[in-house]
């Protein structure tokens, strides 16, 4: 079965910080995705990658940045908290193919305060 | 470009009473069309999904999905709904375009009434 961590499953920040998401699948999947999760507004793309050192946009990028040195782990990095970045954040991963499904971690609820 | 409806935020229901979940999305190109569930405090979890064939598929928990393509509709139903399926469920469709990228509705909180 496929098994995506998110390193913590509450965060809680101060705003400037810089604040590091870590998540890992131990399926050797290509594919990874960092979501955020707002109620009303469902699940938005913020970071993608299919390959190591390779990354794209998603929907909302502002503010965000990753970094995908292996494949097995993706990290969303905030560069400078700001509270309208408290949410809860997604991770994803899949194989090739636009047929299969993301498999997600738990989600980390962060706070920025 | 792709959009995914939701029309109900919140569906209410009463255990064993059946329930449908609606779904509409548009899209310039033919889609993969998916549900995920969301149980409190978890990630999200591929409910069904629907690829090609039958437009009519199920999960092994008793929900059910059809594909509808001139409505472009992917309504998820179940005749008879327990306790457990209280939870935020998700519909999401992937573009046939060879990237992996779903977008998804903004849920619908299915809460079941004892």
């Known amino acids: 079965d496929v098994k995506v961590t998110q390193s913590s499953r509450y965060l809680v920040k101060r705003t400037g910080e810089k604040v590091f998401l870590e998540c890992v699948q131990d399926m050797d999947h290509e594919n990874m995705f960092w979501y955020r999760q707002d109620p009303g507004l469902g699940l938005r793309l913020i970071y993608f990658s299919y390959d190591v050192k390779m990354k794209e946009k998603g929907d909302i990028p502002e503010g965000y940045s990753v970094s995908r040195e292996k494949k097995e782990r993706f990290s969303l990095i905030l560069e400078s908290a700001s509270t309208n970045q408290t949410s809860m954040y997604l991770c994803?991963?899949?194989?090739?193919?636009?047929?299969?499904?993301?498999?997600f971690g738990d989600g980390t609820r962060l706070s920025i305060l | 470009a792709q959009s995914v409806t939701q029309l109900d935020s919140q569906v209410p229901v009463f255990e064993e009473a059946p329930v449908e979940l609606r779904c509409n999305y548009s899209?310039?190109?033919?889609?993969?069309l998916f549900w995920y569930v969301q149980y409190p405090n978890q990630g999200l979890q591929l409910l069904l999904k629907y690829l090609s064939g039958s437009t009519l598929v199920e999960s092994i928990n008793g929900f059910e999905a059809e594909f509808n393509k001139s409505q472009t509709s992917f309504h998820l139903r179940k005749p008879s709904v327990h306790i457990s399926d209280t939870a935020e469920y998700f519909c999401?469709?992937?573009?046939?375009?060879?990237?992996?990228?779903?977008?998804f509705g903004t849920g619908t909180r299915l809460t079941v009434i004892p």
């Open positions: 899209s310039s190109v033919s889609v993969y």
């Open positions: 994803a991963s899949s194989t090739t193919g636009e047929d299969q499904p993301q498999h």
């Open positions: 999401a469709v992937s573009p046939k375009t060879g990237a992996n990228n779903l977008f």
